[in-house]
RNA sequence: UGCCGGAUAGUUCAACUGGCGGAACGCCUGACUCUGGAUCAGGAGGCUCUAGGUUCGAGCCCUAGUCCGGCAGCCA
């Protein structure tokens, strides 16, 4: 799009609607008439950490909500006992609102309904459409018949209504054993849809909710009790990931049966980001095998991971908003999200001078034992943001990387007689490098030119190059934590015989450093973002405190300079012809 | 070997429903710059999975294939 304004800072107040193929179907459902306003839901079962996956869920469920001037529901499907706790609801409510999708007043729990959804199932039963079946779990699987065999009818298919009506009410009651008895919905055993051979609509479980207590002893199955959810909140479009494609019958067939409201299910696929994992099973192993550090380790794709990591939740929006909604099986490139982030970050966040790996510099012609005070911009992106002092002295450091004893071609930066800007200073030069008996470089002299106090030399001289530094005496020193990749492959999976991904741990996704810091960091809080110049974005981390400052790297700088000097070194020469 | 989906640039998506295949990210060039950042300008990159068919015209419709994904929990 190259012609929008640049003018406009953010338009964020414009509900711009997007294009896909669910908002297509959506505005051909409001044309028709089959609906006359656009409700959805975000259903997460409370028993995992939200991940970026389900961070494209909401935005496509809310986003379609905001954009149709519809509503939003947030709503927790705990239909399972025993896999659900508290503290999943919390993380997850906490996280939605972090993105910034709003249910209002609008949030829900399955288990809610129960009591309802029990009178909805007497409807099919009296109808002769369900039927308790004393079958076990084996006996249920070895009838269901396999996906090229038709399956065969329970010999309790046939119960009266009257016995099916007794049985389910003792079911409910707690009279049978966990696992003795189901209620199943009378479809068809020979159908090619496996999900359509009467599948189980409640099981027994003498279980503790974490919701509902001991008030229960059966539980609805997610097919039956989803459909009954979205109906009973109204819901016209049930958006789900590809998994429950095969489902959609089954849904139908339930709300068909029952005559009742009837919302539309669609199916979208689901995230899935190269040089990562994203299922709850594997984030439990991660943590548990000490790979990572938590369910917020930042090299982790969870919601709490990269909340900690420094993402913000525009970028996450931005993100998903650019790979789209389709149904093609895809693998996206993490490329993409850091980028999101770093174009957030590059309008709103406080630029700072931190060296990571420091050489220490002597101005030889600055007095000994003076300073003084230079003004350096926050934000070049928003001059509304001010400026600070940063204090400038005889000894400073650089970084490493900035200078070069002997500089390959193209290489700007300070090298022995040559002439740079300290950003927001003044310009050096660099006279003479000091090594060790080894033939390390440990120190360089300098000489500064006092007339480009401030960085520009009145005489009009350019240089090629403007470098952060630091002034010794004043630098905090911080821990910084280097992150990178969780995996070494694009994609995990892709291991030796014998291997699991795990073999593919990226052993550098964690580096654990030190930086010099200028002084205007000393107060930072946690969760607080900046960009260190020239350097990358980061964040204060959660364990960060005003006696030992720890920071997260974000993202890094775009670097045009790495790769002149890989391309440089690699042997990939052509030679052509004449 | 049954059923349901899917296949368009390196990647993720578009293509006004049958009318000259575009964008973003990535990559390459250049301009500008007190961040080798940002910004701006330009460029390379496609037998639209294959083979037939319908049509004046097919990425789109039809037929037959190929490849990929999902489905045989009393999980969601």
Redesign the pocket.
């Known amino acids: 799009?190259?012609d929008t304004p640049?003018l406009s800072i953010d338009n964020d107040d414009s509900v711009e609607v997007q294009?896909?193929?669910i908002r297509?179907a959506i505005k051909?459902d409001l044309r028709t008439g089959r609906f006359t306003k656009v409700h959805t839901r975000f259903?997460?079962?409370p028993n995992a950490y939200l991940h970026i996956g389900h961070a494209k869920a909401i935005w496509i469920d809310y986003g379609i909500a905001e954009e149709f001037g519809g509503k939003f529901n947030l709503r927790f499907?705990d239909?399972?006992p025993?896999?659900e706790e508290q503290e999943f609801v919390d993380s997850i409510i906490e996280d939605v609102k972090w993105l910034g999708a709003d249910w209002e007043d609008r949030l829900f729990f399955?288990s809610d309904y129960f009591e309802q959804m029990y009178e909805l199932a007497f409807v099919l039963i009296n109808k002769g459409k369900a039927y308790v079946?004393?079958?076990?779990?084996e006996?249920?699987?070895e009838m269901?018949?396999?996906?090229?065999e038709p399956g065969i009818d329970s010999p309790y298919r046939n119960r009266s209504i009257e016995e099916n009506i007794d049985l389910f009410r003792r079911m409910k009651e707690g009279e049978f054993p966990?696992?003795?008895?189901?209620l199943r919905a009378k479809i068809d055993m020979a159908s090619?849809?496996?999900?359509m051979r009467d599948?189980?609509m409640y099981?027994?479980?003498h279980a503790e909710h974490h919701r509902q207590g001991n008030k229960w002893c059966i539980?609805?199955?997610?097919?039956w009790?989803?459909g009954l959810e979205d109906s009973i909140e109204g819901i016209t479009h049930s958006l789900c990931s590809?998994?429950?494609?095969?489902?959609r019958p089954l849904y139908d067939w339930f709300l068909d049966e029952l005559e009742i409201y009837h919302p539309r299910q669609i199916?979208f696929?689901r995230l899935n980001m190269s040089y990562t994992v994203m299922s709850k099973r594997r984030f439990i192993e991660l943590v548990d095998g000490k790979h990572v550090d938590g369910y917020d380790d930042p090299r982790l794709p969870t919601l709490a991971g990269m909340r900690r990591r420094g993402y913000t939740p525009k970028s996450i929006y931005e993100f998903c908003k650019?790979?789209?909604?389709?149904?093609?099986?895809?693998?996206?490139?993490p490329?993409?999200l850091e980028?999101c982030i770093?174009?957030d970050l590059?309008k709103h966040a406080q630029?700072l001078m931190a060296v990571m790996n420091p050489l220490k510099v002597v101005i030889t012609n600055y007095p000994e034992d003076e300073y003084e005070e230079l003004d350096a911009?926050n934000?070049?992106?928003d001059l509304d943001a001010g400026t600070r002092k940063v204090p400038f002295g005889r000894e400073l450091y650089i970084e490493q990387d900035d200078f070069r004893e002997d500089p390959p071609p193209?290489?700007?930066?300070l090298s022995p007689g040559r002439e740079v800007?300290l950003?927001?200073?003044y310009f050096i030069k660099c006279e003479k490098v000091i090594k060790d008996a080894d033939g390390n470089i440990v120190e360089l002299h300098c000489t500064y030119d006092p007339e480009t106090r401030?960085?520009?030399a009145p005489d009009g001289r350019?240089v090629k190059?403007?470098?952060?530094w630091v002034s010794a005496k004043h630098a905090i020193e911080a821990e910084t934590r280097l992150y990178e990749h969780l995996f070494t492959k694009p994609n995990p999976d892709d291991a030796p015989d014998g291997e699991d991904y795990i073999s593919n741990l990226n052993p550098h996704s964690l580096e654990i450093g030190s930086c010099f810091i200028e002084p205007y960091a000393a107060e930072t809080k946690p969760g607080d973002k900046f960009?260190f110049?020239?350097?990358g974005y980061f964040c204060t981390d959660t364990t960060s405190t005003p006696h030992k400052l720890v920071f997260n790297r974000t993202v890094t700088?775009?670097?045009?300079?790495?790769?002149?000097e890989k391309?440089a070194k690699s042997p990939n020469q052509f030679i052509l012809q004449p």
């Not at 269901?144 to 090229?148: E, L, N, V």
């Not at 193209?410 to 930066?413: A, E, G, N, S, T």
């Not at 700088?557 to 002149?564: N, Y």
């Open positions: 799009m190259n640049d294009s896909d193929f297509d051909e259903p997460p079962e499907d239909t399972n025993m896999r399955g079946c004393d079958l076990s779990p006996e249920m699987i269901r018949g396999t996906p090229t966990d696992g003795a008895r189901t090619p849809n496996l999900l599948p189980a099981r027994i479980r539980y609805p199955m997610y097919d009790a989803h590809l998994e429950y494609e095969n489902h199916e696929a650019r790979i789209g909604v389709a149904k093609t099986n895809s693998v996206v490139d490329a993409v980028n770093r174009e590059n630029r911009v934000n070049p992106e193209k290489y700007f930066r800007r950003r927001y200073a401030g960085g520009n350019k190059a403007t470098i952060h960009q110049e020239r350097v700088l775009r670097d045009t300079w790495a790769k002149i391309s």
